[in-house]
C-alpha cells in the first residue's frame, strides 16, 4: 500500500507541475517580454545626463494590474525598489524585494530568481512627471517552468531535511534506548506492563503481557499523550523492533504493529504546546482555549483509529461468512449511525451555545497549570525514576544506558532512506500544485460537512507534512486572527492530529515493513474522524 501511495505523490505532483506550466506558458500568466506601465517615485531629484541608482517607490495602479494580469488587488499598491537608471536611459534595471503582503503573482515570479523573494527586470523612462517621478514601463526577467522548478527545489530540500530530522533523532534515540534499557534491565517496564495488562491485553491480543514490546508501546502512548514528541519516537521505534521479534513474516506488519500506529497517528494530547504558542505569538486573549477542544477531537479520533484498525484486521472476510459478520455487527453499526446523527443535530442545533454558556460559569485555570507543570517535570522525572531505580535494583546503570544508546544511534541512521523517500514525495506533491488542486476537488464535500474553504489546506496537509501544516496555520491565524472560528479550528487540527506518513515511514522503516497491510487506512480514518470533531466541537462552542 504504502509502494503505492508513493508512487501516487511523486506522479501526481510532477504531473500537476507539467500541466500546469504548460497551461501558464500557453496563457503568458506571467506576461513575459510585456512591459508593465507604473509610476516611479524617486527618492532624490532626477537628474536626466547623470546615471544613479535610487531607492524608488513604485506606485501600482490596482485596475492596471488587474487588466495586466487578471488577478485582483485591494487598492493601489506601493512598494520600495532600487532602481538604477544608466547613461541615455540605456539598460536601466530594477530590483524588488518582494514579502508576503505583494500580490500573488508576483511573489511567484519571485521565487524563480537566483536570490529567493527577488524580481529583477528593466526599466523603460516614457516621461518626467515631476522632479522625481517618473511615468515607466518594467519588463521583468522571464519566468518559465515555474512548477517544475518548484518541485525541484522541494525534491532537495525535503532530501536534506530528512537527513536532518533523522541525524536530529540520534542523540535523543541513544538518550531515551538508553534510560529504557536500564528500566528494562531492573524489571520496571515489566511492572509498568502488568498494571495495564487488562487494557494492553484487549487492544493487543498477540503480545503476550510481560513481552518488553508491551513496556516501550505504553511508554510511547504515554509520553504521546503528554506531548513529550521527543520522547516518544524512541519508545515507538524500540516497539516497533521488539514487536517484529514475534513476527513470523518479518517484512509483513502485524495487527498489534496496524493497531500501535493507528493509536499514534491519533496523536491524542493533553497540552497541545506548538498550537497554544503559535495562538499566544499571534495575540491571543485565550491561547488554550484549544485544549478542550483539542482533547476532544484526539479522543474520537483515537476511538475511531483503534475501532478501525480491530475492524480492518479481520478482512479479507470469506464469501460464506459476509452475512454471518454482518449480523453480529448490526447493533454496532446502528449505533454508530445514532451517534453521527445526534452529533450532526447538536453541532447545528443552538445546544452548543448553552453549552458554551455553561463552561465558561468554570475555570479550569487549575487543570491547565497542573497540566503544565507536570508535563514539564515529566522529562526529569522519567530519567530519575528510571535510572534510580535501576541503581536499587544494582543494575550497572551505566554499561547498560550505554548498551542502549547504541542502540538507539543504529535506528536513527536506519530510518535515513525511508525518510528522504517520504518527504520527497510530499514535497513534491505539494510544490508540484497537486495539493491546490485536491483542494478545489474535494470542495464539494468539504463545503457539504461544515469545512470552511480557508481551513481545507490546513486539513489535507496535517497527514503528510508537521512544518507545512504548522506554516499554514500560522498563515491562516494571521489573516483570520488567532480567536476567530477558523484560527480556533485550524489550531485544534494541529493540536488533535500526528502527521500520519511521516510515522508510517519512520516506524516501518526502522523494522523494514514492506507490507503495511491496514495501517494506513486505520491512520486515514482516526484523521477524518479527528477532523470531523473538530469541526463539531468547534462549531459547537464558537460557531
Avoid at 459478520?325 to 445526534?342: D, E, G, M, Q
Avoid at 499554514?472 to 500526528?498: C, K, N, R, W
Wanted: positive net charge; glycine residues 8%.
Amino acid at each position: 500500500m504504502l509502494n503505492y501511495v508513493w508512487m501516487a505523490l511523486l506522479f501526481l505532483g510532477i504531473g500537476t507541475a507539467i500541466t500546469t506550466d504548460i497551461i501558464n506558458q500557453n496563457q503568458n500568466k506571467y506576461q513575459n517580454g510585456v512591459p508593465f506601465k507604473v509610476n516611479i517615485d524617486l527618492s532624490k531629484k532626477f537628474q536626466p545626463n547623470s546615471p544613479d541608482s535610487y531607492q524608488a517607490i513604485i506606485h501600482v495602479d490596482s485596475l492596471k494590474y488587474f487588466q495586466f494580469y487578471h488577478e485582483r488587488i485591494n487598492g493601489n499598491f506601493n512598494f520600495a525598489a532600487n532602481v538604477t537608471i544608466k547613461k541615455n536611459f540605456q539598460n536601466n534595471s530594477i530590483n524588488i524585494k518582494v514579502d508576503k503582503s505583494f500580490p500573488k503573482v508576483w511573489q511567484e515570479m519571485s521565487e524563480t530568481s537566483s536570490n529567493k523573494n527577488e524580481l529583477n527586470g528593466k526599466v523603460k523612462i516614457d516621461s518626467i512627471i515631476s522632479p522625481s517621478i517618473l511615468a515607466s514601463q518594467i519588463t521583468f526577467d522571464e519566468v518559465s517552468f515555474l512548477k517544475i522548478k518548484n518541485v525541484t527545489g522541494a525534491a532537495i530540500d525535503y532530501a536534506g531535511t530528512a537527513v536532518s530530522i533523522s541525524l536530529g533523532l540520534i542523540g535523543v534515540m541513544a538518550l531515551w534506548l538508553g534510560v529504557m534499557k536500564v528500566a528494562e534491565e531492573a524489571g520496571l517496564i515489566s511492572i509498568i506492563a502488568m498494571w495495564l495488562k487488562p487494557l494492553t491485553k484487549k487492544l493487543f491480543p498477540d503480545v503476550p503481557p510481560n513481552h518488553p514490546a508491551m513496556g516501550s508501546m505504553i511508554m510511547n502512548i504515554s509520553a504521546n499523550i503528554l506531548g513529550l514528541g521527543n520522547a516518544a519516537t524512541p519508545f515507538g521505534l524500540k516497539a516497533m523492533e521488539e514487536l517484529n521479534e514475534l513476527n513470523p513474516e518479518k517484512e509483513t506488519a502485524t495487527n498489534a504493529m496496524c493497531t500501535f500506529l493507528a493509536i499514534n497517528t491519533a496523536g491524542m494530547t493533553l497540552i497541545p504546546a506548538t498550537a497554544i504558542a503559535i495562538r499566544a505569538a499571534s495575540g491571543s486573549s485565550e491561547p488554550a482555549i484549544i485544549i478542550g477542544t483539542s482533547l476532544f477531537a484526539s479522543f474520537c479520533a483515537t476511538i475511531a483509529g483503534i475501532a478501525s484498525a480491530k475492524l480492518l484486521e479481520k478482512f479479507p472476510i470469506k464469501k460464506e461468512n459476509r452475512k454471518l459478520w454482518l449480523k453480529s455487527k448490526s447493533k454496532t453499526l446502528l449505533a454508530l449511525i445514532l451517534v453521527i446523527l445526534i452529533l450532526i443535530y447538536i453541532s447545528y442545533s443552538g445546544v452548543g451555545k448553552h453549552l458554551l454558556i455553561f463552561s465558561q460559569k468554570f475555570s479550569f485555570s487549575w487543570l491547565k497549570s497542573i497540566l503544565l507543570i507536570f508535563s514539564n517535570l515529566a522529562i526529569p522525572g522519567l530519567i530519575f525514576v528510571f535510572i534510580g531505580y535501576g541503581a536499587i535494583k544494582k543494575v550497572k546503570v551505566y554499561e547498560k544506558f550505554v548498551e542502549g544508546a547504541k542502540e538507539g544511534f543504529n535506528i536513527a541512521i536506519r530510518i535515513i532512506p525511508y525518510l528522504v523517500a517520504m518527504l520527497v514525495a510530499i514535497g513534491i506533491f505539494t510544490a508540484g500544485g497537486a495539493m491546490s488542486w485536491l483542494v478545489h476537488i474535494l470542495h464539494p464535500v468539504t463545503n457539504l460537512i461544515g469545512l470552511p474553504a480557508e481551513a481545507v489546506p490546513m486539513a489535507l496537509m496535517r497527514p503528510l507534512s508537521g512544518s507545512g501544516s504548522l506554516g499554514i496555520m500560522a498563515q491562516i491565524i494571521s489573516v483570520h486572527g488567532p480567536d476567530s472560528f477558523i484560527g480556533i479550528l485550524v489550531s485544534t487540527f494541529y493540536g488533535s492530529s500526528e502527521t500520519t506518513f511521516y510515522v508510517l515511514a519512520v516506524y516501518f522503516g526502522a523494522v523494514n515493513i514492506k507490507r503495511i497491510r491496514h495501517a494506513l487506512a486505520a491512520g486515514l480514518i482516526a484523521d477524518i474522524m479527528g477532523v470531523l470533531a473538530a469541526i463539531f466541537i468547534v462549531r459547537l462552542l464558537f460557531g
